[in-house]
């Protein structure tokens, strides 16, 4: 059962413009939302958060949406670069069932950016 | 900058070997993890540890198991490593703050399993 669910295994953009990256999440009990970057042959690094609160987070290039009636949220990259090119995972926790320190994470979209 | 250090970048083992995997972090953080890394599976959690001697199965603990005797220390056993334990292995610590749980991972394992 993939409780968080990203159904684009990969996406191609041009330099300068928006990559969208969208995430899926079936447990209504998640209540804050997380997204990495991957390059190959290294661990994941975190990139930017957000609380079930608010419906969008910002910082600098990266912008997470949340819609929380669709149980939706989005990583918005502008402009994109080279550099960001790597796989984003999103990810999912639920700080109020005793698993507040558990994570549950997407499969993973690979992005390229095209020069 | 949380450090998350892992022992071994790259290993290989024979099948049925005992193979451990260590991980230290540097942040006093209270949890830590274990995950792998599949192509098309994303992240799997195979077992975390929310305080010393204490830990808790994740999505994918057989044939594993754990180890935390120090709050900074968290080794990842495989009893007898099988082939199907190839994989990238990922360690990982965290505190949960006021708005929710960030995790930091090291650079991971390559473990190839023959």
């Known amino acids: 059962d993939q409780q968080v669910k990203q159904n684009s295994p990969s996406l191609s953009v041009q330099e300068g413009r928006i990559s969208i990256l969208n995430c899926d999440y079936t447990?209504?009990?998640?209540?804050?939302f997380l997204w990495y970057k991957k390059y190959p042959a290294e661990g994941p690094t975190f990139l930017i958060s957000i609380s079930s609160i608010k419906d969008k987070n910002e910082d600098g290039r990266f912008t997470v949406f949340l819609n929380k009636s669709a149980k939706h949220l989005s990583l918005h990259i502008v402009p994109s670069q080279p550099g960001d090119s790597a796989v984003y995972f999103c990810a999912a926790s639920a700080r109020n069932t005793g698993t507040a320190s558990k994570l549950t994470f997407g499969t993973g979209t690979r992005l390229q950016v095209t020069l | 900058d949380v450090k998350v250090t892992q022992s071994s970048r790259y290993l290989v083992k024979r099948t049925g070997e005992k193979v451990f995997l260590e991980c230290v972090q540097d942040?006093?953080?209270?949890?830590m993890f274990w995950y792998r890394q599949d192509p098309g599976l994303g992240l799997r959690l195979i077992y975390f540890?929310?305080?010393?001697?204490?830990?808790e199965k994740g999505d994918i603990p057989e044939g594993y198991s754990v180890s935390r005797e120090k709050k900074e220390r968290f080794s990842l056993i495989l009893e007898s490593a099988s082939t199907n334990q190839t994989s990238m292995y990922l360690c990982?610590?965290?505190?949960?703050?006021?708005?929710?749980?960030?995790?930091?991972f090291g650079e991971g394992s390559w473990l190839t399993v023959v």
């Open positions: 990982a610590s965290s505190f949960v703050g006021p708005t929710g749980n960030t995790i930091y």
């Open positions: 942040m006093d953080h209270e949890n």
């Open positions: 447990n209504s009990m998640f209540d804050y």
């Open positions: 540890s929310y305080d010393v001697k204490m830990k």
